[in-house]
Nanobody, 115 residues
Framework: VQLQASGGGLVQAGGSLRLSCKAPRMITSVFGPLTLGWYRQAPGKQRELVAA???????NYADSVKGRFTISRDNSQKKVYLQMSSLEPEDTAVYYC???????WGQGTLVTVSS
């Protein structure tokens, strides 16, 4: 089942963005137990996992975003969020959400950080 990301945009370095991801076709009882992740793919680079959250809300982050990004989830709404702060030009990428490990890829959302 594809998850749909949104909330990207253009932001200056040092700014913040909040990304959202929804799973409208997934029933709540399936969504709740899943480990979910935010991934990103910068131009010319491989897609990488930046943050993950388990059903128990344990979280894990890539070293490059620790202390700046926060992942959270709302199981009743079947949504997962990524709060991004202190953004850097190196954070520029298309951001996707999926399960961890990843399943199908849905639409991503472009984040562009200007210097």
């Amino acid at each position: 089942v594809q998850l749909q990301a949104s909330g990207g945009g253009l932001v200056q370095a040092g700014g913040s963005l909040r990304l959202s991801c929804k799973a409208p076709r997934m029933i709540t009882s399936v969504f709740g137990p899943l480990t979910l992740g935010w991934y990103r793919q910068a131009p010319g680079k491989q897609r990488e996992l930046v943050a993950a959250i388990t059903s128990a809300r344990n979280t894990n982050y890539a070293d490059s975003v620790k202390g700046r990004f926060t992942i959270s989830r709302d199981n009743s709404q079947k949504k997962v969020y990524l709060q991004m702060s202190s953004l850097e030009p190196e954070d520029t990428a298309v951001y996707y959400c999926s399960t961890d490990p990843p399943g199908q890829w849905g639409q991503g959302t472009l984040v562009t950080v200007s210097s």
